[in-house]
């Protein structure tokens, strides 16, 4: 069973960064073969694709909510993919999770628990 877990989560200021990983129990080479993303979903609010990087071409794509903010990174040799939010607003405000397609265009098939991400003066 893949098992995925995020991690970097807090409050911070509007303005301030933050980096969020994810790391994931599948093997080395599994993990490579996986298209993450980053997700997010506010109080009341629809979850919202954030980020992604496909694999195997290394593609990124983002919410138009984040281009030029947040950067989605992956790491093969450690199983970790990351999302480095910058510049972050209020309306960042949310629970954050990272999800592991094993195709490129497939939904998720893992999940991670989530991780709060809360930006407040």
């Known amino acids: 069973q893949v098992q995925l877990e995020e991690s970097g989560g807090g409050l911070v200021q509007p303005g301030e960064s933050l980096r969020l990983s994810c790391s994931c129990t599948?093997?080395?080479?599994?993990?490579?073969?996986?298209?993450m993303r980053w997700y997010r979903q506010a109080p009341g609010k629809e979850r919202e694709l954030v980020a992604s990087?496909?694999?195997?071409?290394?593609?990124?794509d983002y919410a138009d909510s984040v281009k030029g903010r947040f950067t989605i990174s992956r790491e093969n040799g450690r199983n970790t993919v990351y999302l480095q939010m910058n510049s972050l607003k209020p309306e960042d405000t949310a629970v954050y999770y990272c999800?592991?397609?094993?195709?490129?265009?497939?939904?998720?098939?893992?999940w991670g628990q989530g991780t709060q991400v809360t930006v407040s003066s």
């Open positions: 599948a093997s080395g080479n599994t993990f490579s073969t996986y298209t």
């Open positions: 999800a592991a397609s094993t195709s490129a265009w497939a939904l998720p098939t893992y």
């Open positions: 990087v496909f694999s195997p071409i290394g593609t990124l």
